[in-house]
């Protein structure tokens, strides 16, 4: 039989295509031949850089036994969870509400109608710790469907009914106000690991949205709680192994509390994310560390992720072949030993290497391995010998199989990557970074949005995908155009923003005002997604309310300003409860609450000072304050490109700013000084 997946743009299903299981993409011809066959689906849903599914298929989907007897009782059907979020949300809804926990891979198991009747994750090929086989699995899926038909029948309806009545009512809620922002904060500190920074135990992830919202409420309220919680998990991460001491950027998470070994895959949005937090606290505490984390991480982006096109890989592998043994390994790429320091640098960097970056003669990961780490009671290196050993380490770290690259463009994690990538440039005057932003978003519009400004999810080589984009697409698209426009003065994104908003309100949005995972016209599968919880990147829900918000902001529209606080009625529910779920849209309602506040800088571009007042103003820590600099703008619309901008006049002749919050205005000024102090703290 033919594997159906060749021609496909996903790599992760690119991966598959040679497997001798005879695999079908998401489609309504593979439903249809389960159905003229009588046979249940075998749905596997993974991604490229996932540790486990590379196993599952090297042990499983590789085996011609197993395959011969999958391609005989099922319709197997491979989904990329990066390209079709809604097919995975919808199914992982159902195994985690079945085993009361879910990941990747993720086994299910379909009737031909799709309806789920048995959930699952990882599979080994033998019985081990308390698991049963895939086979064994294969075998009793198999035997329930012959055998008992009428109960996979029943237990299938029953389940999609279960999910049917979880369907949300957070659209009647109101926006959240101080007291719930106070409950959120008093919840995470509760939760926060005081010893080691972050939240919770192990596995532990990088609280990237949380981490936004403590810093927007220690600007609103000036709570010194909250900034130390932000500022002690930034530097506990970026002196852990989850951060590339030397090539820069954040692995996807740690295996333990202590931050020191990684789960080693390095994905886009966690980088995004990430980057912009590092630079948002460098913003609020003028720190070292967090101002080299936040370069060193924008750097990573364009070195190692960017496409030829201009856009920004999903991800890079946590496996790669070792250099020694030949075997694909997690973490080869990395980890060093002590020895192999002294191999490179000789004895004294050497011994001086492994004492700055914690590496001992046991090993810190496997195999005596150790991942690189900045020990708080490391030895004091000078600027220049260290320079000289990273630049050397990273040289012969370079002649190593490198891990693989998942080249395809996701739309919504390159919005992220625009907006961090933007703001570095502004902050840290490196203009390059703005350039690299700006490519991204030429790339999203010319590949990504049709006519009507649909976006499509993702694309490869140029090539646009198949499948459509989701909530989290246009909510994040429009953050990083938002983002830009303030940066750059260009109108052209502001523009961009409001045609993908637009269609938010059109076709996401329900009559009480919450937001849907996909458009009212797309594909219907057996539940329509709706989740407001953040996973690894914000949800499409808050990601969208923060877009709308700062869109109305920026032109007034009361629609998208309703529209954004009648989806904060979920962070109005959730926040108090579940505040590490909700991080991002915490962040929202911090800028909902401070107005945010609109600045408008006019001048003549040629005039320094427009440029000084204009880097003053993306610096304020005003949560959420929206930046719109450029030429007055005259009544008839001639002039600046932004609607901030209509009517300001210059004040001496010279560039001035214009600070407004809840239709009150500040006194305009030309002092870069006094515009600081109208938004925050400035730190040069």
């Given at each position: ?9 996903s790599?992760?299903?690119?991966q598959?295509?040679?497997n ?20 249940p ?6 991604y490229?850089s996932?540790?486990w ?11 011609e036994?197993?395959?011969a007897?999958m391609?005989?009782?099922?319709v197997n ?6 390209e079709?979020?809604d097919?995975d949300a ?6 985690q ?5 879910g990941g ?9 109608d ?10 080994p ?5 308390g ?13 329930a469907w012959?055998?008992r ?5 029943e ?11 979880r369907q949300?009512d ?10 719930e922002?106070?409950?959120a904060?008093?919840?995470l500190?509760r939760?926060?690991d ?8 192990a596995p ?7 981490l936004?919202f403590l810093?927007?409420?220690h ?28 090539g ?6 740690s295996?333990?509390r202590?931050?020191?070994v990684?789960h080693?895959e390095?994905?886009?949005y ?7 937090v590092?630079?948002h606290?460098w913003?609020a ?10 370069l ?7 070195r190692e992720?960017?496409t030829?096109?201009?856009?920004f ?7 790669s072949e070792d250099?020694v ?5 997690e ?20 011994e001086?290497a492994?004492?700055?970056f914690g590496?001992?003669?046991e090993?810190?990961?496997e ?20 320079a000289?050993?990273?630049?050397r ?5 370079g ?13 919504a ?12 440039g ?7 970074l ?10 999203l519009?010319r590949?990504?949005?049709?006519g009507k ?16 984009g989701v909530?989290?697409?246009y909510?994040?698209?429009a953050?990083?155009?938002l983002?830009?426009a ?6 052209v ?9 637009d ?5 996401f949005?329900?009559?009480d ?6 458009a009212h ?6 539940r ?12 499409g829900w808050?990601?969208?309310?923060g877009?709308?918000l ?11 300003r ?13 926040g108090?409860r579940?505040?590490r ?11 909902l ?12 571009p ?14 304020g ?9 450029g030429?007055?703008?005259?009544a008839d619309g ?20 214009y600070?407004?919050?809840?239709f ?13 102090e109208q ?6």
């Amino acid at each position: 039989m033919p594997n159906r997946l060749a021609n496909e743009t996903s790599p992760y299903l690119l991966q598959h295509a040679d497997n001798p299981v005879d695999w079908w993409p998401w489609s309504p011809e593979a439903f249809a031949e389960a159905r003229e066959r009588g046979l249940p689906v075998h749905l596997s849903v993974g991604y490229s850089s996932c540790h486990w599914c590379h196993v599952f298929e090297a042990e499983s989907f590789t085996d011609e036994l197993t395959a011969a007897y999958m391609n005989e009782h099922f319709v197997n059907i491979k989904v990329d969870r990066e390209e079709r979020p809604d097919v995975d949300a919808v199914y992982m809804e159902a195994v985690q509400a079945a085993t009361g926990q879910g990941g990747w891979p993720m086994t299910v198991f379909l009737t031909p109608d799709a309806e789920p009747f048995y959930f699952g994750t990882y599979f080994p090929p033998e019985p081990r710790h308390g698991m049963p086989s895939f086979m064994q699995v294969l075998e009793g899926v198999r035997t329930a469907w012959v055998g008992r038909p009428e109960e996979v029948a029943e237990v299938a309806q029953r389940i999609v009914r279960d999910l049917a009545g979880r369907q949300l009512d957070y659209g009647k809620a109101g926006a959240p106000g101080p007291e719930e922002l106070a409950q959120a904060l008093l919840g995470l500190t509760r939760e926060y690991d005081a010893v080691r920074g972050g939240f919770g135990g192990a596995p532990k992830f990088p609280p990237s949205m949380v981490l936004e919202f403590l810093l927007r409420h220690h600007a609103r309220t000036g709570s010194e709680g909250a900034l130390q919680m932000a500022a002690d998990t930034c530097e506990a991460m970026a002196r852990g192994g989850i951060y590339d001491q030397l090539g820069g950027g954040f692995a996807r998470y740690s295996v333990d509390r202590e931050w020191v070994v990684p789960h080693f895959e390095k994905m886009l949005y966690d980088n995004a994310l990430l980057c912009r937090v590092y630079a948002h606290l460098w913003r609020a505490t003028g720190s070292d560390l967090a101002r080299r984390v936040a370069l060193e991480t924008a750097d990573f982006l364009v070195r190692e992720l960017r496409t030829d096109q201009g856009g920004f890989a999903s991800a890079l592998d946590a496996d790669s072949e070792d250099p020694v043994s030949g075997a694909h390994v997690e973490g080869a790429y990395y980890a060093w030993t002590a020895a192999q320091l002294r191999e490179v640098l000789g004895e004294a960097d050497g011994e001086l290497a492994a004492a700055y970056f914690g590496v001992t003669e046991e090993g810190t990961f496997e195999h005596g391995k150790s991942v690189l780490q900045l020990p708080q009671d490391g030895p004091v290196v000078e600027a220049g010998r260290l320079a000289g050993i990273k630049e050397r380490l990273l040289a012969e770290r370079g002649g190593r199989p490198a891990p693989g690259r998942d080249d395809k463009i996701v739309a919504a994690w390159n919005g992220l990557a625009i907006a961090a990538l933007a703001e570095c440039g502004a902050y840290f005057e490196r203009p390059d970074l703005v350039e690299r932003a700006t490519e991204a978003a030429d790339l999203l519009v010319r590949v990504h949005m049709d006519g009507k400004a649909r976006l499509a999810r993702t694309s490869k080589d140029g090539h646009v995908g198949p499948n459509a984009g989701v909530l989290e697409d246009y909510g994040d698209v429009a953050e990083g155009f938002l983002a830009l426009a303030s940066v750059t003065g260009e109108g052209v994104w502001l523009e961009f923003a409001g045609f993908l908003l637009d269609l938010v309100l059109d076709q996401f949005t329900a009559e009480d005002g919450s937001l849907y995972d996909t458009a009212h016209d797309a594909e219907r599968l057996i539940r329509r997604p709706q989740d407001p919880t953040d996973t690894a990147a914000p949800s499409g829900w808050t990601a969208a309310a923060g877009a709308l918000l700062s869109y109305a902001a920026h032109t007034g529209s009361e629609a998208h300003r309703t529209a954004a606080e009648r989806a904060l009625g979920v962070v109005h529910a959730l926040g108090p409860r579940v505040p590490r779920f909700i991080g991002h849209g915490l962040s929202v309602a911090e800028a909902l609450l401070d107005g945010p506040r609109e600045v408008a800088v006019v001048g003549h571009p040629e005039d320094p000072l427009l440029a000084v007042l204009h880097r003053t103003a993306l610096l304020g820590t005003a949560p959420g304050a929206v930046v719109a600099a450029g030429l007055p703008r005259a009544a008839d619309g001639s002039g600046g490109e932004f609607p901030l901008l209509a009517e300001r006049t210059l004040v001496r002749d010279l560039p001035t700013a214009y600070v407004c919050r809840h239709f009150v205005c500040a006194r305009p000024t030309t002092d870069p000084v006094e515009l600081a102090e109208q938004l925050g703290t400035l730190r040069p």
